[in-house]
């Protein structure tokens, strides 16, 4: 409500600069500090617009040494209403997907290229969602980036320099949890050596509230409204997935009560918790939190039941299909799992998992997003989820009350 961070990267060292205004009064000109990127930060500043006022739409305009851009965009931000006490919170929406996967052929497989369909952005785009979301995979580290700062950096700016992704950038909040892929190798896990590396690049690369329970990580919460996201980590704290003996964990006992304690304290009708692995799909395959980690698993659901923690629903990605899982725990709360999978990565052929918890025709194997729309009174919130393909044509569509 009081302060919108701004996010720039130059492709050599410059000066950088932002001016913003509220829509409609130019006159009015407030200018961002200054400040002058390097390579050591991936020529990336990060500026906090600090004279902005609850509820309001701003524009804004970015200026490189001095020298005032333009785009083919629209460049500009709204604030977050201040509604408490006042109003019923205000209906908004949020865009989210996972694996978005960015060609570059000198350093991708032979054959057929893994990414496509990159419209998926303008579609996205053309929803106009208050907020994105970015489910992990969100970059796809190679075999020639991850043992390097150098490689590590380039792939997070090869993927973000997308032009079809600069609209939606621009243009509103996004925040990120991530997964294997823009961690390191496939399935990685707490033994990465270069997880500093990938940590360091995830803080620069996006403007999540913060990073890390105690510098730790790179747990996260964020509040848009009367909705809270609980952003968790399943790759610095986690086992190998073949360990033999001792504690099978993909959270990590800090992770795991931090995350009991927020969702305990939490006055939020729904409880999204963004995670990068399925958490209810009962199939024991591939990373699915069923699979190697299960008495963990268990743990985190006998706690919500416990804890009588009602609303929650995981917002999950990695399959590279998207499904919605439900499952009702002993205390008759419904606990839900959004997966929402691939964004432009290559797409499952075939899905053959025996999940116990899908919900008939939910299962899409397709390039696809999805977007929740938050509505209704204070006290009876209604959460629409859509999925849509890559040219935002509708595939499916569900509705889930707030629990009374």
């Avoid at 700062?149 to 079809?164: N, Q």
């Avoid at 496939?186 to 509230?209: C, M, Q, V, Y």
Wanted: net charge negative.
């Amino acid at each position: 409500m009081k302060e919108v961070l701004l996010w720039v990267q130059t492709t050599g060292e410059a000066n950088v600069q932002f001016a913003y205004w509220e829509e409609g009064k130019e006159v009015d000109l407030f200018l961002t500090e200054q400040i002058h990127t390097v390579k050591e930060n991936a020529y990336i500043a990060k500026i906090v617009a600090d004279r902005v006022l609850p509820g309001k739409t701003y524009q804004y305009a970015l200026f490189i040494n001095d020298q005032k851009l333009t785009f083919d965009y629209p460049t500009r931000f709204k604030t977050q209403q201040l509604w408490q006490w006042r109003t019923d919170p205000p209906d908004f929406s949020v865009a989210l997907g996972s694996c978005a996967y960015i060609n570059e052929t000198p350093y991708d497989r032979p054959g057929t290229p893994y990414g496509g369909d990159y419209q998926i952005f303008t579609s996205i785009q053309a929803k106009n969602p208050d907020v994105m979301l970015w489910l992990g995979d969100n970059t796809y580290l190679r075999e020639v980036d991850w043992n390097t700062r150098t490689g590590i950096f380039h792939r997070y700016t090869h993927t973000r320099s997308l032009p079809e992704m600069q609209p939606l950038l621009a243009s509103r909040p996004n925040y990120a949890i991530l997964d294997d892929h823009d961690y390191g190798s496939n399935d990685s896990d707490r033994s990465f050596i270069h997880k500093d590396i990938t940590k360091e690049a995830f803080e620069l690369f996006w403007g999540n509230p913060g990073f890390g329970i105690e510098g730790e990580g790179l747990t996260s919460k964020f509040q848009f409204n009367d909705i809270e996201f609980f952003l968790l980590d399943d790759r610095t704290f986690q086992s190998p997935n073949h360990l033999k003996a001792g504690k099978k964990t993909i959270l990590g006992k800090q992770q795991l009560e931090w995350l009991m304690d927020a969702l305990a304290s939490s006055k939020s009708p729904f409880k999204m918790i963004a995670i990068g692995g399925q958490v209810l799909n009962t199939a024991a395959v591939f990373e699915n939190y069923a699979n190697h980690h299960a008495e963990e698993r268990a743990y985190l659901l006998k706690r919500i039941e416990e804890e009588n923690i009602t609303g929650v629903i995981f917002l999950t990605g990695d399959r590279h299909h998207s499904e919605l899982s439900k499952y009702t725990n002993k205390a008759g709360n419904v606990v839900y799992d959004l997966t929402v999978s691939p964004l432009t990565a290559g797409a499952s052929k075939k899905v053959d998992d025996v999940n116990e918890y899908r919900v008939p025709n939910t299962l899409v194997m397709q390039h696809n997003f999805g977007v929740l729309d938050f509505s209704g009174p204070r006290k009876a919130r209604v959460l629409h989820i859509q999925i849509y393909d890559a040219d935002g044509q509708a595939l499916w569509d569900y509705t889930i009350d707030q629990a009374k």
